[in-house]
C-alpha cells in the first residue's frame, strides 16, 4: 500500500517559520521525483517545489524562491520543505507528491494545513 504522509502544518505569524516533512512507504521503488504542491481556498493547486532524485535538482515555484528550500533523503524517501518569512498568502493546504517512473504514476499525501494570520 503506497502511502505519503505529511507533517508539520500550524498557525502562524507572517514572517515565522515553518518546515513540513513527507514520508513515502509502499511502491516507492523506481520514484525518481518528490516534491509539493499547495492549494489555497478558492485558487487552483500548483507547484511549489520538487526534487529530482535521478540527478539532485531542485526546482521551485517563482513564489516561494529565495523562502522555502526543499531537501530530503532519497534512500528513506523523505522530503522536507523549510518555508521561511511566511506571508499570509501563503496559507493554503500543503500537499506531498512522489512520482513513480517505473509504475508511472504520481502518488499524493492527505495535506496539511498551513496558516499564516497577519
Known amino acids: 500500500q503506497v502511502q505519503l504522509v505529511e507533517s508539520g502544518g500550524g498557525l502562524v505569524q507572517a514572517g515565522d517559520s515553518l518546515r513540513l516533512s513527507c514520508v513515502f512507504s509502499?511502491?516507492?521503488?523506481?520514484?525518481?521525483?518528490m516534491g509539493w504542491f499547495r492549494r489555497a481556498p478558492e485558487k487552483e493547486r500548483e507547484f511549489i517545489a520538487g526534487?529530482?532524485?535521478?540527478?539532485?535538482?531542485?526546482y521551485y515555484a517563482d513564489v516561494v524562491k529565495g523562502r522555502f528550500t526543499i531537501s530530503g533523503d532519497n534512500a528513506k524517501k523523505i522530503v522536507y520543505l523549510q518555508m521561511n518569512t511566511l506571508k499570509p498568502e501563503d496559507t493554503a493546504v500543503y500537499y506531498c507528491?512522489?512520482?513513480?517512473?517505473?509504475?508511472?504514476?504520481?502518488?499524493w499525501g492527505q495535506g496539511t494545513q498551513v496558516t499564516v494570520s497577519s
Open positions: 526534487i529530482d532524485w535521478k540527478d539532485d535538482n531542485s
Open positions: 509502499g511502491r516507492t521503488f523506481g520514484t525518481y521525483a
Open positions: 507528491f512522489g512520482y513513480s517512473e517505473m509504475y508511472s504514476k504520481t502518488y
